[in-house]
């Protein structure tokens, strides 16, 4: 199994519904982050956590929120999704260190209609 | 100008050719430098860490530039199996662990 699993993996959805991106780990880690990346493009932070009290917005926070309601889960919600969020999400961890690795889910592919 | 560069390719090799990636990274208070590998349609994973002093594993090579502001990744006796795009992440120190990413250097290896 996985240590950092995101569910759903595809979603189809149409302008304007509410969207729930789910991540689970299992690594043990403070540190939790939601990531975009666009075709051909790299990956930009959405909102990063360092603990189960600590949420931070990234670089393009706009359009999304987000909840840690535990160590291990950090969900990302799009509270009216519009077409241009159309993208691939990555969740992923970190144990800490500033020089720390970090470890992805195998992403969520959302396409708003 | 973005913060980390990289030429996006793509490169297209024979098997057993050595071929080098660059990337540049504007902060100077950038403290870490990782390259990692991207299969089409998957997740990142840390392909290796770059020091300092350069470090080698097996046939990649990578080095910091820190006055030039740059990174390079070398691979040797490419393979098939190298095929992917390579993303350069610089962390900086004050950022406490956020990482940016290169957009990738795309690379394929051809029999």
């Known amino acids: 199994d996985a240590d950092v699993t995101q569910t759903p993996r595809n979603r189809i959805t149409k302008t304007g519904k509410r969207i729930m991106l789910e991540c689970s780990q299992t690594?043990?880690?403070?540190?939790m982050y939601w990531y975009r990346q666009d075709p051909g493009l790299g990956l930009r932070l959405i909102y990063y956590?360092?603990?189960?009290?600590?949420?931070n917005k990234g670089e393009i926070s706009d359009g999304y929120s987000v909840s840690r309601q535990a160590q291990a889960k950090f969900s990302l919600s799009l509270e009216s999704a519009i077409p241009n969020q159309t993208a691939l999400y990555f969740c992923?961890?970190?144990?800490?260190?500033?020089?720390?690795?970090?470890?992805f889910g195998e992403g969520s592919r959302l396409t708003v209609l | 100008r973005k913060e980390v560069e990289q030429d996006p390719g793509p490169f297209n090799v024979p098997e057993g050719a050595t071929v080098a990636f660059n990337c540049t990274y504007s902060?100077?208070?950038?403290?870490?430098f990782f390259w990692y590998r991207q299969d089409c349609r998957k997740e990142p994973k840390l392909l290796m860490s770059?020091?300092?002093s350069g470090n080698e594993d097996g046939r990649f090579t990578a080095q910091l530039n820190r006055a030039s502001q740059y990174i390079s990744l070398l691979i040797r006796d490419s393979k098939l199996s190298d095929s992917a795009t390579y993303l350069c992440?610089?962390?900086?120190?004050?950022?406490?662990?956020?990482?940016?990413f290169g957009d990738g250097t795309t690379l394929t290896v051809k029999p």
């Open positions: 992923a961890t970190s144990d800490g260190r500033d020089t720390g690795e970090l470890f």
């Open positions: 690594k043990g880690h403070d540190r």
């Open positions: 956590s360092f603990d189960v009290k600590d949420i």
């Open positions: 902060n100077s208070a950038s403290q870490s």
């Open positions: 770059v020091y300092s």
């Open positions: 992440v610089v962390n900086k120190r004050t950022n406490a662990g956020k990482s940016t």
